[in-house]
């Protein structure tokens, strides 16, 4: 048989009142909340400062620093945080340059050499300002459609203009039998 520990000596020769024991359970049950209580404000400190739709802490720094939005590398790839340029952002959403110039955005370098950087948005807060603007997005696609005719019409003014009434092939003639 190995002889007891020191610790186990100590132990056995301290006799605990019914009232020590109880005071010791309620400090564990208090220190146990209190672990508790310490998990939930890191879970909830994580949350804050981690993406914004998972919690994830390891977040895009650039869409941080641009847009001040929290969002891991994982959500960062979802149409939501998809970057527009400033031209595609007014094709897509009809959105004048006024428009543009009060949303956040961020400036990158112009890959096609050009001396100015170009400005990207976030296609959630254009969505948002071509809804505030257009009213629905069914409405932006019958204002592309007009639009759409509107130049038709104009190119076909100017072409036509070009030739005789009876050198444009693709117009009816009228009969001459009349």
Known sequence: ETPPSKQEERNSKLELTPEQRK??????LQAEQRRRLHDAKIQQAKREEGCREC???QIDEAIKKWFG???CNTHRQSRDFELLTATDATKEYLLPK???KVLPSMNKLNPRGFAHPMKLYLRMHLESAAEARWGSEEKIEEEKAKRRRAAWERNYKGASQCFDDDEIPYKKKKDSSD
């Not at 005071?23 to 564990?28: C, D, F, L, V």
């Open 98 to 100: 006024s428009t543009l």
């Open 23 to 28: 005071r010791i359970a309620q400090n564990r």
């Open 69 to 71: 939005i929290h969002v």
């Open 55 to 57: 919690g994830n802490i």
